[in-house]
């Protein structure tokens, strides 16, 4: 699979982070000026205060030394303050920016759902949207600003002290550009291939844990909880182990640039007291000339930890971008038309659609119609098209030839979602948050009042069921609906679709996953409850089609047979063979 980096280079993700980040390059800019205040500052306030030291101990007036006494104060104020500002405005940058991103991120997550998501493990893809988006404000944070305040302070502190000490300078400067250059060269090299892993070994993790989570119930009901369990552990051994190595490279950095600063400031204390001996340099100054370096080593201290950083940073910011240019289903129209109002009437005419690599037809000239008050059942085995045909009304999937019209406009030129604010969708595993039943109904309309929601919860039977709770619409739910039964769980997705209001209803195989009783239950009441608007039911069982005006029985994405229940039954092709064999297997023909 060839990744953002293989198409633009290792470096793009790291452009185009940076030009997300350009909105609040000011607070950066901003919070770079402070960061090199507040190490200016230190150096200022160790320099004045060797000075100061050093002139006192030749007893001079008060005078004399009052302003390096002001100077002290100053910069131990200044090192403080800007040091605090530095951290409130560049955090404030960097959280805006994550914040942008993260919902651009899930902006784009909205565009590739449903069918465009299996493309990515749903637990990695949490690792991407929440570890490697927080991994993206090191770049603004811990690499870029170090950089930039070592260039700029360490060409002022090599002034100075060149100044005072042309030999002392030319020493720091080697020092500076040694732990500044080659050091951190040396980590970035060592450290790119761990980095690079592990972004990847932390959402092989992630995405461990979560099917260990999602999945207990069906592991410990195989046995295979032991072998799930294990492969989390090798994933975290793996996530330690990169860490350990992280840090071992980041030792070596350290240990390397601590040399640096050891050799510069003997160096500069032995050029020093050679030129006062020499008469070359006032003693006062001796000081400030061996204890600058000792300071100005700040600059580049984290400069190898942001070189490290930096690599792991390239990485994430890749598998972000992965996310956010990964190409969606349905591309929306650039100038989409306006929707009539109701009623509306959805047309299928000649409809072909094919998945990606696959040369036979899902769906293969199939024709219905929906208007107010028809409801039309779509049958067959699995495998037949029948969600695929669901797919392709909803705008989650493009239809490659043929015709799907909304009065008499192609679907592709209106807006996706204007365009599901009139068709709903019902599906076989409709959602059920960890929240309260109210929440969870208020999803489809924020501003429902009790009378509605009520409404809504005795079309599907729930009403009742729902003033017997001891906190009724307050109760809580469970992750997944997990305190409700399989049938309360659908019925209560079918009440959020009736709240919605929608003047056309696709109903994915409502009763799967159900016991055949309830599941039938749940369809007589669905057709019951949707008579006064257009209805598209997907189901496998025949039972209750009686009361629907069209049937379409599907087999390899082709109409075998279309028309009534009972003509279907006297044609006695597909649909009445369907009909005798569940028949047969029912309780009622035993």
């Not at 599901?420 to 208020?442: C, K, M, P, Y």
Request: with cysteine; proline share 5%; glycine share 10%.
């Amino acid at each position: 699979m060839r990744t953002l980096e293989d198409d633009h280079g290792p470096q793009a993700p790291l452009l185009r982070t940076l030009a997300l980040a350009r909105p609040a390059a000011g607070r950066l800019a901003l919070a770079t000026l402070l960061g090199a205040g507040a190490v200016g500052a230190a150096i200022g306030l160790i320099a004045t205060s060797a000075w100061l030291i050093s002139r006192s101990a030749q007893r001079p007036q008060e005078s004399a030394v009052a302003i390096a006494i002001v100077g002290v104060q100053f910069f131990a104020l200044s090192r403080g303050l800007c040091r605090y500002a530095e951290r409130i405005v560049g955090h404030d940058a960097a959280f805006r920016v994550l914040s942008n991103l993260r919902v651009n991120v899930y902006e784009r997550l909205e565009r590739l759902a449903p069918l465009g998501l299996p493309a990515f493990r749903s637990g990695d893809l949490l690792a991407r949207l929440v570890h490697d988006v927080d991994s993206l404000q090191d770049l603004l944070l811990r690499v870029m600003p170090p950089f930039a305040i070592a260039i700029v302070v360490g060409a002022a502190t090599v002034g100075l002290v060149w100044w005072m000490l042309p030999a002392a300078g030319l020493i720091l400067l080697v020092a500076l550009l040694l732990a500044g250059t080659l050091v951190p060269w040396l980590t970035g090299t060592l450290a790119a291939r761990t980095e690079a892993r592990q972004a990847a070994a932390r959402g092989e993790l992630t995405s461990s844990v979560v099917d260990l989570i999602e999945g207990a119930p069906e592991l410990a009901v195989n046995g295979a909880t032991a072998e799930q369990l294990g492969r989390a552990m090798s994933a975290d051994a793996e996530v330690t182990l990169l860490a350990g190595t992280a840090a071992r490279t980041a030792g070596i950095g350290q240990g390397l640039t601590s040399l640096c600063i050891g050799l510069a400031m003997w160096g500069a204390l032995v050029v020093g007291v050679s030129a006062v001996h020499e008469g070359r340099l006032d003693g006062v100054l001796l000081a400030g000339i061996a204890l600058i370096p000792l300071v100005a080593f700040e600059l580049v201290t984290g400069l190898p930890s942001a070189t490290q950083t930096l690599q792991r940073v390239r990485r994430s910011a890749a598998r972000v971008f992965e996310v956010m240019h990964a190409p969606p289903p349905i591309l929306e129209p650039a100038h989409p038309i306006a929707l009539s109002p109701r009623p509306h009437t959805l047309r299928v005419r000649d409809l072909r659609f094919s998945y990606p690599g696959d040369d036979r037809w899902a769906l293969a000239g199939v024709d219905l119609d929906l208007s107010l008050g028809r409801r039309v059942a779509v049958v067959g085995p699995s495998g037949a098209g029948k969600s695929t045909l669901a797919g392709v009304l909803l705008r989650f999937l493009p239809y490659e030839s043929g015709s799907v019209t909304l009065d008499d406009v192609e679907i592709a030129a209106l807006d996706g979602d204007q365009y599901r604010l009139v068709i709903g969708l019902v599906s076989q595993d409709a959602h059920v948050f960890d929240s309260t039943l109210e929440e969870n109904l208020r999803l489809a309309k924020r501003d429902a009042t009790v009378q509605e929601i009520d409404n809504a919860l005795a079309g599907v039977r729930l009403l009742d069921w729902t003033r017997e709770l001891p906190h009724g619409l307050a109760t809580e739910v469970g992750e997944r609906g997990a305190r409700m039964s399989g049938g309360q769980r659908q019925r209560l997705a079918i009440a959020r679709a009736l709240l919605a209001d929608f003047p056309l209803l696709v109903l994915d195989e409502p009763g799967e996953h159900l016991d055949t009783l309830t599941a039938d239950a749940i369809v007589a009441d669905l057709l019951a409850i949707t008579r006064d608007r257009a209805t598209l039911l997907i189901t496998h069982r025949l039972t209750g089609l009686q009361d629907v005006d069209e049937v379409l029985v599907l087999d390899h994405g082709r109409v075998l047979e279309r028309g009534t229940h009972g003509e279907l039954i006297g044609l006695g092709g597909r649909y009445a063979e369907l009909w005798q064999r569940e028949n047969a297997m029912s309780p009622q023909g035993v």
